[in-house]
């Protein structure tokens, strides 16, 4: 097997797991609050719900 051929696979492996690891982390650092937020009005959105529901069955 050529050396010239190992080396470029080599390369090409190693440049794309370091643009994975880099995209991921800008996704990570933009994303996250975001999605944070998201869930946080979600769970405030079945608290109440749930708070409805228990007034109503206590009516």
């Known amino acids: 097997m050529n050396v010239e051929v190992l080396i470029l696979f080599l390369n090409a492996t ?3 797991v370091v643009s994975s690891i880099v995209v ?3 996704l990570r650092k933009q994303y996250l609050p975001v ?3 998201l869930e946080k ?3 405030q959105e079945v608290n109440a ?3 409805n529901k228990h007034i109503k069955s206590n009516i």
């Open 24 to 26: 991921i982390a800008i």
């Open 14 to 16: 190693l440049v794309t």
């Open 41 to 43: 009005k979600e769970e």
């Open 35 to 37: 999605i944070r937020e």
């Open 49 to 51: 719900e749930d708070e």
